[in-house]
């Protein structure tokens, strides 16, 4: 493909990709983006820093060219298991503010803490869930390729993205 002289690649296994992104639910809400990260994810096709999905969707586009990628929870956050959200007494949380809808850290059995949200409060008890908040949600990749090149192009352009096992991000809000 040549575009004023310029050679363009199309994204191949291997190949080092910019790409701006954004995930959405399936409601529409926007959960993540490259924006909120600090600009356009720059990664090697194939490394397994964005879900599978992605990546194989990815392949064979272009610079300039858009497409959104459906991508199932056992790809992402997995599905939501309903024996992670479990029945504690009030005095686990001492120190914390309790509210409905709230994130908060609980120690386990091991004493690590662990976030978890709040679903539900009673007098002496909480209702806690240690479910990731996407856990069981499909997510939406809204992809825009900014360039595709070789490797031997510029390897230090290729910083790793913050993506952990399975291509699940990796933040702050995962129990």
Not at 112 to 131: C, Q, S, T, V, Y
Not at 145 to 168: C, F, L
Request: aromatic share 6%.
């Amino acid at each position: 493909m040549e575009r004023s002289g310029k050679h363009y690649h199309r994204v191949e296994w291997g190949k080092v990709v910019v790409m701006e992104y954004r995930v959405r639910l399936s409601s529409g809400k926007i959960v993540d983006s490259s924006e909120k990260a600090g600009g356009p994810a720059s990664f090697v096709c194939g490394s397994g820093e964005f879900p599978k999905p992605v990546e194989e969707g990815l392949i064979g586009l272009a610079p300039g060219e858009k497409k959104v990628i459906r991508v199932p929870p056992d790809f992402t956050y997995g599905p939501y298991d309903p024996k992670k959200v479990t029945l504690v007494a009030q005095e686990r949380l001492l120190g914390e503010t309790i509210e409905t809808g709230k994130v908060v850290k609980v120690p386990d059995e091991l004493g690590l803490k662990r976030p978890a949200i709040i679903r539900a409060i009673w007098e002496g008890a909480i209702m806690l869930d240690f479910n990731h908040p996407l856990a069981g949600k499909i997510l939406h990749f809204e992809i825009s390729i900014r360039d595709v090149r070789s490797m031997s192009e510029n390897p230090a352009d290729a910083k790793r993205h913050d993506y952990g096992e399975q291509g699940v991000k990796n933040d702050e809000q995962r129990p």
